[in-house]
């Protein structure tokens, strides 16, 4: 299984980013798909899933009206559009899949500053 996440960098708050998360390895239109965050000094915490059937999400209190997951399972793809991103939004974002063990990609860091 390989998890590779791109699309982090620095925006100001109010800004949008879009990240993707490209998987291989794995039945990939059969798993739930997370994203993490990991912010300096704090735990890592879960943003937001979709489900491998039917595609159902959930997002964290934190996100919800603000961020979007999608997958494109053609494209065995996983992202996170981020809308009125918010200088708390800042961290290290993963993706993540279980299927027999957790997996995590590398990591995209997304940097919210004016």
């Known amino acids: 299984v390989q998890l590779v996440e791109s699309g982090g960098g620095l925006v100001q708050p109010g800004g949008s980013l879009r990240l993707s998360c490209a998987a291989s390895g794995f039945s990939f239109s059969s798993y739930r798909m997370s994203w993490y965050r990991q912010a300096p000094g704090k735990e890592r915490e879960l943003v937001a899933l979709?489900?491998?059937?039917?595609?159902?999400?959930n997002y964290a209190d934190s996100v919800k009206g603000r961020f979007t997951i999608s997958r494109d399972n053609a494209k065995n793809t996983v992202y996170l559009q981020m809308n009125n991103l918010k200088p708390e939004d800042t961290a290290v974002y993963y993706c993540?899949?279980?299927?027999?063990?957790?997996?995590w990609g590398k990591g995209t860091l997304v940097t919210v500053s004016s």
């Open positions: 993540n899949v279980v299927t027999w063990r957790d997996w």
């Open positions: 979709i489900n491998g059937v039917g595609g159902s999400t």
